[in-house]
């Protein structure tokens, strides 16, 4: 009898135990819809670190800017309104030079070169992130990013007057060199502003084309691969310490996973997609050498004008990526 209840009280101190740790809860709000191979990395990030804790962290996403949209995100969880959140740096840089590096045209001119970047960019990455009030899980690369348009786009003439969506100051600075006329657009509202004409052309990846049937209003893909720039997933600094050492150790290690998974995955959707984006009927065309050159020219002065404002973190960063090629 006695053993009996002491069974029972183990039972029910260890019920307890877990029911306390359950109600460690996280709303991890991103801004691409759910199918999107980001979200998709973040859902079974979420499932790894449930079942690594087992239940007693339990990260709900919130896909397609439901909770909150794109540009609010990071702030939501800097702020603590969001545990964890995803978003997309170099729509960040005018908050800090780095958050753009990975947005400068023709830095690197493939995944690999891409990885590196992000290893220099890392250690300034995660200082600057703290000092924000945040904690870096992981990152995670888009596709190359390419030009999309009605008319054939061969050199940087034809852009001229063109409505063009942007995404970041990056982009909007090479919108005004070439004579576009930017206009700020998140990927939530990116048919919306398709269909009824407020942009004609955009760069954006593959897979942001495949998800949003670009096919359906727009004919050219132009793989001019001008830069590989990356999600970042996020945990609010407080949030993260108040975990205890095994929840933290489990939502590290789970962050590791999704990295490495999502970075792979970044390629084979790149192949996927334009595939989807052939079999919608648009043309996927290699860039003319004078649309290479216009670009490249452009492509100069933002990375000389980002070198400007980066200062001395802008140096180090690209010289430990200069050095790792
Ligand atoms: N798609 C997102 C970010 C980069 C990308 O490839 C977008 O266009 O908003």
Do not use: C
Request: hydrophobic fraction near 45%.
């Amino acid at each position: 009898m006695q053993r009996r209840i002491f069974f029972a009280a183990a039972t029910l101190a260890a019920s307890l135990a877990t029911t306390a740790q359950a109600q460690t809860k996280w709303d991890l709000p991103s801004a691409y819809p759910a199918f999107n191979f980001h979200s998709q990395n973040i859902a079974q990030f979420a499932k790894e670190v449930d079942a690594a804790t087992g239940g007693a962290l339990k990260i709900t996403p919130h896909p397609g800017a439901s909770l909150f949209k794109a540009p609010e995100i990071k702030r939501a969880v800097q702020g603590g309104q969001a545990q964890a959140g995803e978003f997309f740096l170099v729509s960040f840089q005018n908050e800090w030079p780095l958050f753009g590096a990975d947005g400068l045209p023709f830095l690197v001119s493939n995944q690999q070169d891409a990885y590196k970047l992000y290893q220099a960019q890392k250690p300034l990455l995660q200082k600057k992130l703290d000092q924000q009030g945040l904690t870096l899980l992981y990152t995670v690369a888009w596709p190359a990013q390419g030009i999309y348009s009605k008319k054939p786009i061969n050199s940087a003439a034809d852009l001229k007057g063109l409505k063009w969506r942007v995404y970041s100051p990056t982009t909007a600075r090479i919108g005004e060199l070439v004579g576009a006329q930017p206009a700020t657009i998140q990927e939530a509202e990116l048919s919306q502003a398709l269909a009824t004409g407020v942009i004609e052309g955009l760069i954006t990846s593959s897979a942001t084309g495949a998800d949003n049937k670009l096919y359906e209003s727009l004919k050219y893909y132009t793989n001019v691969q001008a830069w590989i720039p990356k999600n970042a997933i996020v945990a609010n600094k407080k949030a993260f310490a108040a975990l205890d050492k095994s929840a933290q150790e489990a939502v590290l290690k789970a962050a590791a996973s999704a990295e490495e998974r999502g970075w792979k995955k970044a390629l084979e959707v790149d192949a996927q997609s334009i595939a989807k984006l052939k079999e919608g009927g648009m043309q996927v065309v290699e860039p003319s050498p004078q649309l290479k050159a216009d670009l490249a020219k452009v492509g100069d002065v933002v990375v000389k004008e980002w070198m400007e404002k980066a200062g001395p973190d802008g140096k180090t960063m690209l010289d430990a990526y200069r050095s790792a090629k």
